[in-house]
Every structure is written in structure tokens, then in C-alpha cells.
């Protein structure tokens, strides 16, 4: 059965959507190419001279690339990033559960229990996600 005409505009859209230099797609990998953004600008207004406030411009340009970079881990993998309370997934809680070791999740559980007075253990946190 042949493509229908919409069909074979939507292939065409998403074909010319790819960049040729990242090999993204605007389309599926808009988080991405949001993640990568960040990061450079983030770069750039550090190592920029005519800016004071590097810093804490680094810091949060950092955290927002890293944050989409996870929330896309997460979403590739079918996991919801977003919670009951309808917030998405914190970065750190994003970073503990895909890259930290196992020991080290436990930690940092901890630390953010005691942290923000809420109590709670490890498995319950694990089925929130």
C-alpha cells in the first residue's frame, strides 16, 4: 500500500529537519539540542571578559543543560519525568538513580530526607520514579 500524501509530507519534514553538522533531529531530539545550547552558552559566558557574574551564570546554564540531557535519559527509556505532584524530575535526583553507584544512591537519599525533614525510605523513592 502506497504512502498517502500526508504521510509522505511528514517523512519529508523530518528529513529536512536533521542538522547535518550533530546529526540531530530538531523534531526528536529537541531536548538534545536544548542541552547542547546550554552547555555552550554556559562556556561562552564564562570564558566570555565582559561579563562579571560568570559564575553563577555557569552554574545555571550547567544545571539546565544537565537537566535536559537527563529528563531525555529518562524519556528514552520510558520512564515519566514527571511526577504526581506534576513537577518534572529534580537534576539530582535524575543524576543519583542514572549514573551514581548503588551505595551512593543510598547516600544521597538519606542526605535528602534528613535535608528536607520528609521521611521516607529508598524503595518508596524508587517507585515514585
Request: charged content about 25%.
Amino acid at each position: 500500500m502506497p504512502a498517502s500524501d500526508a504521510e509522505v509530507e511528514a517523512f519529508l519534514r523530518r528529513k529536512k529537519a536533521f542538522d547535518p553538522t550533530t546529526g540531530l533531529n530538531l523534531i526528536d531530539d529537541e531536548r538534545l539540542i536544548r542541552s547542547r545550547e546550554a552547555m555552550i552558552l554556559a562556556v561562552q559566558v564564562f570564558n566570555g571578559p565582559g561579563v562579571l557574574f560568570k559564575t553563577e551564570l555557569f552554574a545555571v546554564l550547567a544545571n539546565i543543560a544537565w537537566t535536559y540531557l537527563l529528563h531525555e535519559y529518562y524519556s528514552r527509556r520510558e520512564v515519566n519525568i514527571v511526577g504526581m505532584d506534576s513537577q518534572s524530575l529534580l537534576l539530582g535526583r535524575c543524576w543519583t538513580e542514572a549514573i551514581a553507584p548503588y551505595p551512593m544512591r543510598e547516600e544521597k537519599f538519606a542526605y535528602d530526607q534528613a535535608d528536607s525533614g520528609r521521611g521516607g525510605t529508598p524503595t518508596a523513592w524508587k517507585k515514585r520514579l
